[in-house]
Structure formats: structure tokens, C-alpha cells
């Protein structure tokens, strides 16, 4: 298994331009979240989903849209880039909470600059 | 909501030092608890985790955590540390129904050789 796979790695935007960060993962995952991390502050929640066509708000979803249309895609996409956007964006996945698995698994990450 | 607090941000030790990393967290409920790792340039790693049964748990490369409920904490230990595990640790917390992790700010380790 590849696990949860991220591209591209690397991306500088300029302010205004718009693009998606990919995620994928291949362990049949029912979760998917997407977090950013920024200095100094831990991760936050961007967005997450519990399931193809279900997707909902996390702490700091301002700026940002997601879809789900299959079990194992969830993209993120920025549609007006800002320089408070400039993080590293690190998507996950996990199966179902209430089990004992809800354990998230972590792809490489996206590092993200906009000037 | 849930919090959790890291204590030591940055810590610096000599390799064979042991080590300690506080994590408190706000929830009165059920909560699973973790420890992640991310080394210089690469992605999250889970070092251990605790769900239930025995509050002392050991997980990856030496480590071990220790849930204690009355304190909300769930702190990390190693008793002799590595240069190899300069890295970032963060503490992470979710209920059984939660959604997500609410994450730590982290704690950033230097080990000296």
C-alpha cells in the first residue's frame, strides 16, 4: 500500500491564483481530513469528510473548498490564494470513529508559499 | 471544546539524557489519546497511542506514554534518548465519536551528540 500519497510537494502561488492540492489514499479509508501546519501552532483542521459526497467545516475553513467523489480523493482547492494561506498542508485519513481505529494516518505534506 | 497543552516547546538534551514531554488535555468524556513524531523534512508519524486498558503504553523506537485520567494528562518518556530522535513531538487528543484531532503546538527536540 502507498498510503496517503500528496502532490505536488512544492508549489509557490502567486496572491489571486487559484490551485488544488491532491490526496489520495489506498487503504479503503472511510475519513479524510485536511490539516495545515503552521510554526510554531500544531495542526488545525481545514475540512474533513466522513465519506464520498460528505465533507464538513474543521476549526479554519475560510479560503478553501473540498469534494469528496470517491472513497479514496479528497482535494483541497484554494480559489483566491493570500499570504496568510503560505503553511504546510498535510492531508490524513482514518476508518470510522467509534472504533478502535480511528487512529489518522498522514500523508508527506504540500509546502505552500504565496507571494 | 477540547484543548491540549504542551508544556516544553523546546527542549535540548545530550544523547543518553532521558526524557519527559508534558501533554494536558481539556475533556472530561472517553478521549484516545497520541503521541506523533515528524523528523526534520517528512511527514507525521505515529509513535503510540491509547485507547483503553493498561494506562502504560509503549510504542515505536524506545518510547513509552503514561495516561493518567485524574490529571488529563498523558505524557511522553524515553530513558535514554538518540541524536536520531531530534524531531518534532505533538501530542494529539479525540473522543471515540470525535471527527479529528485537536493537535498540541508541539514540542520541538534537539538531541546533542
Known amino acids: 500500500n502507498a498510503g496517503v500519497t500528496q502532490t505536488p510537494k512544492f508549489r509557490i502561488l502567486k496572491i489571486g491564483q487559484s490551485m488544488t492540492l491532491q490526496c489520495a489514499q489506498d487503504m479503503n479509508h472511510n475519513y479524510m481530513y485536511w490539516y495545515r501546519q503552521d510554526p510554531g501552532m500544531g495542526l488545525k483542521l481545514i475540512y474533513y469528510?466522513?465519506?464520498?459526497?460528505?465533507?464538513d467545516k474543521g476549526e479554519v475553513p475560510n479560503g478553501y473548498n473540498v469534494s469528496r467523489s470517491t472513497t479514496e480523493d479528497f482535494p483541497l482547492r484554494l480559489e483566491l490564494a493570500a499570504p496568510s494561506q503560505t503553511s504546510v498542508y498535510f492531508c490524513?485519513?482514518?476508518?470510522?470513529?467509534?472504533?478502535?481505529?480511528?487512529?489518522?494516518?498522514f500523508g508527506p505534506g504540500t509546502r505552500l508559499t504565496v507571494l | 471544546a477540547q484543548s491540549v497543552s504542551q508544556h516544553n516547546h523546546h527542549v535540548i538534551l545530550s544523547e543518553a539524557a532521558s526524557l519527559e514531554l508534558g501533554c494536558n488535555y481539556s475533556y472530561g468524556g472517553t478521549v484516545n489519546l497520541f503521541w506523533y513524531v515528524q523528523y526534520p523534512g517528512q511527514h507525521l508519524q505515529l509513535l503510540l497511542k491509547y485507547f483503553s486498558g493498561d494506562p502504560l503504553v509503549k510504542g515505536i523506537k524506545g518510547f513509552e506514554a503514561e495516561f493518567i485520567k485524574s490529571k488529563f494528562s498523558f505524557n511522553l518518556r524515553k530513558p535514554s534518548v538518540q541524536w536520531s530522535d531530534t524531531a518534532e513531538y505533538f501530542c494529539a487528543v479525540t473522543s471515540p465519536s470525535g471527527y479529528a484531532l485537536n493537535f498540541g503546538k508541539g514540542t520541538s527536540l534537539l538531541v546533542t551528540p
Open positions: 469528510s466522513v465519506g464520498a459526497g460528505i465533507t
Open positions: 490524513a485519513s482514518s476508518f470510522p470513529s467509534g472504533s478502535s481505529y480511528n487512529e489518522q494516518f
